[in-house]
């Protein structure tokens, strides 16, 4: 059956790769970007099922004019995909305050600002599904990444909780967490680096940064394939609340469980009996 998406970021990269198969297998795309006319060469060319709008997801207003324009053209939204992102990468004493709340404002609140604006579409249908890209940094914190895995943990709690406000009216969640995949993340246009130096750190920054430019474009996830996934997602009657996407990914998130069931079983002994008298 043909739905309509609503995709974040897709002018390039995953979005327009997400964009692409859908409008490829039937279904009408809203697909929004900075600049609808890129967005529209990348998806090669106008289309009926198409539409390109204008969105700044840092911009609620955008955000709700998107939705307004999605509306009218094709009358309903079905499945919002969070996918619009950059990457502040850096340590932290390196990193600007004003480059870990920008991180944030765009990896975190830009989400929630496109899903506010969708809710009530989709409440009204009592049907919909938020899909919201996190990572692999979502789960599992690493070195040089803390505020890109800050704002990626932020969006687990928000889509986390958020399943239970909007499952009463039929809406569905899921958190989507790629692991290296080939996409334009790590592009001039979507990384940047820490603006601060710090003598100390200023060895390891220069080795990392050497690692980070030297992955670009050698990922081995292939994009295409998880769109084509993500479609699959899309299509269940029963999503799952996450998406884990990648061998990388399904290995690390593992491990990282059995290292909190360990973490739980370590705590046990002073983590316990710790309740007032009366409430034992």
Not at 104 to 112: A, D, K
Request: charged share 20%.
């Amino acid at each position: 059956m043909s739905k309509v998406f609503f995709i974040t970021g897709s002018g390039r990269g995953l979005g327009a790769d997400i964009a692409r198969q859908a409008l490829t297998v039937g279904h009408q795309v809203v697909a929004t970007g900075r600049r609808p006319a890129r967005i529209i060469e990348a998806l090669g060319g106008e289309q009926d099922n198409l539409l390109a709008t204008s969105l700044d997801i840092t911009d609620p207003a955008t955000a709700q004019a998107a939705v307004e324009a999605a509306v009218e053209r094709f009358g309903r939204v079905d499945v919002l995909i969070n996918n619009a992102a950059n990457f502040y990468a850096g340590f932290f004493e390196e990193l600007s305050d004003d480059q870990v709340r920008a991180q944030i404002e765009t990896n975190l609140f830009g989400p929630m600002n496109v899903t506010r604006a969708v809710l009530p579409v989709m409440r009204t249908q009592r049907s919909g599904h938020v899909m919201t890209i996190s990572s692999l940094a979502g789960q599992v914190g690493g070195e040089f990444t803390v505020a890109y895995a800050t704002a990626k943990f932020g969006v687990e709690g928000f889509m986390e909780s958020l399943h239970h406000d909007v499952a009463p009216f039929g809406i569905k969640t899921t958190i989507v967490e790629p692991g290296f995949f080939r996409t334009e993340l790590l592009v001039d246009a979507s990384t940047t680096y820490a603006e601060l130096s710090v003598e100390d750190y200023a060895e390891r920054t220069a080795a990392t940064k050497k690692v980070w430019d030297s992955m670009n474009g050698q990922q081995a996830g292939d994009p295409a394939k998880l769109a084509e996934a993500l479609l699959k997602v899309a299509g269940l009657q029963d999503p799952p609340l996450r998406f884990i996407a990648g061998d990388d990914c399904l290995a690390a998130v593992e491990a990282k469980a059995k290292e909190l069931l360990a973490q739980v079983d370590a705590s046990r002994e002073l983590g316990s009996g710790l309740a007032h008298a009366d409430a034992a």
